[in-house]
């Protein structure tokens, strides 16, 4: 089984940066296609960007291509989420999330389904 603990979120202004990270704890992390996630108050949750388990592929929701990009440490069984030009739309509870495939296409990335292991979230709050 596979933890995952983010951190990283806070309280910015809109057009700052913040870079979230996602740590787990199993070495099968290396084998496993990742993705973040957000989920805004009284909205479903939403996909944000998806790494394979090489890091050569990646994909991004329309809302945040050009301002995020998501990377990932196979060594440090850790994934990141850099997050810049944020607005104050992008304010929600962000989830890193670990599927059980190392590869995924783009509409497998984008579902919540693919995904069997989930973090506990971290805030992310951009005030205008």
């Known amino acids: 089984q596979v933890q995952l603990v983010e951190s990283g979120g806070g309280m910015v202004q809109a057009g700052d940066s913040l870079r979230l990270s996602c740590a787990a704890s199993?070495?099968?992390?290396?084998?496993?296609?990742m993705g973040w996630f957000r989920q805004a108050p009284g909205k479903e949750r939403e996909f944000q960007a998806a790494i394979s388990w090489s890091g050569s592929t990646t994909f991004y929701a329309d809302s945040v291509k050009g301002r995020f990009t998501i990377s990932r440490d196979n060594a440090k069984n850790t994934m990141s989420l850099q997050m810049n030009s944020l607005k104050p739309e992008d304010t929600a509870v962000y989830y890193c999330a670990a599927g059980l495939r190392p590869y995924c296409a783009s509409y497998e990335c984008s579902d919540a389904g693919f995904y069997n292991y989930w973090g506990q979230g971290t805030q992310v709050t951009v005030s205008s």
């Open positions: 199993a070495r099968t992390f290396s084998s496993s296609g």
